[in-house]
């Protein structure tokens, strides 16, 4: 069975720190991978996907960016966060015609 | 550009009672709609998804319907518990895309 492995589960960063997110699949191949992010009050909103190794759309521009270097590895960053970089930022896959499936998530606080 | 709209945003029901859940979507070429549990500070569980082919998918006590030309799902629940408490989202693809797009949720209390 697919699963998807997200860590750290929290992380507390300063204002102008850099950021590395990783998102890590198994039991699947050539998934397309997504970032969303879900702030306190808002929906889920998608940030990156990836229907390929090396392919990154993005949907927000902002201060973050992404890079998917092998096919099962996701990873959002960014050089300087801002306070509101702050949410819960989640991993997804998703192949044709099945149901996404979503990691457990990553909790950071800008500070 | 579809948009997922959910109403209300939050319920309150007794333990013991069917419930409705909905969702609507402004893009009627939908590819899948998909429903999905979230417990606080988790990430999301799919629960049932939908083909635009389908009219309803059962898991279990739960039920959702698609009807596209209304540009509706529902999810229902029967026979509510408090293990149902929760964020429940639902989320549509549109033909063509590779994106999913959710509604904000309707959180559900079921009251023992």
């Known amino acids: 069975s697919q699963t998807i492995h997200q860590w750290p589960a929290t992380l507390v960063q300063p204002v102008g720190s850099p950021l590395s997110l990783e998102c890590t699949v198994e039991?699947?191949?050539?998934?397309?991978l997504y970032w969303y992010r879900q702030a306190a009050g808002r929906g889920l909103q998608l940030l990156f996907y990836?229907?390929?190794?090396?392919?990154i759309s993005s949907e927000v521009p902002q201060n973050l960016s992404a890079s998917r270097p092998q096919d099962r590895q996701f990873i959002l960053s960014s050089k300087k966060l801002l306070l509101s970089d702050s949410g819960f930022y989640l991993c997804a896959l998703m192949r044709s015609g099945e149901a996404a499936f979503f990691g457990q998530g990553t909790r950071l606080t800008v500070v | 550009k579809q948009e997922v709209t959910q109403i209300p945003a939050a319920l309150s029901v007794p333990e013991g009672e069917n419930l409705v859940l909905n969702c609507s979507f402004t893009d009627s070429a939908i590819y899948n709609l998909q429903w999905f549990r979230q417990d606080p500070g988790k990430g999301l569980t799919s629960l049932l998804l939908i083909q635009s082919s389908q009219r309803e998918q059962t898991s279990g006590r739960l039920n959702a319907s698609l009807d596209k030309s209304s540009g509706r799902s529902t999810l229902y629940i029967a026979a509510s518990q408090p293990g149902d408490s929760a964020t429940y989202l639902c989320?549509?693809?549109?033909?063509?895309?590779?994106?999913?797009?959710f509604g904000k949720g309707t959180k559900l209390s079921v009251i023992p």
């Open positions: 989320a549509g693809r549109g033909a063509g895309s590779y994106q999913l797009t």
């Open positions: 990836s229907v390929g190794i090396g392919q």
């Open positions: 039991g699947t191949s050539n998934p397309n």
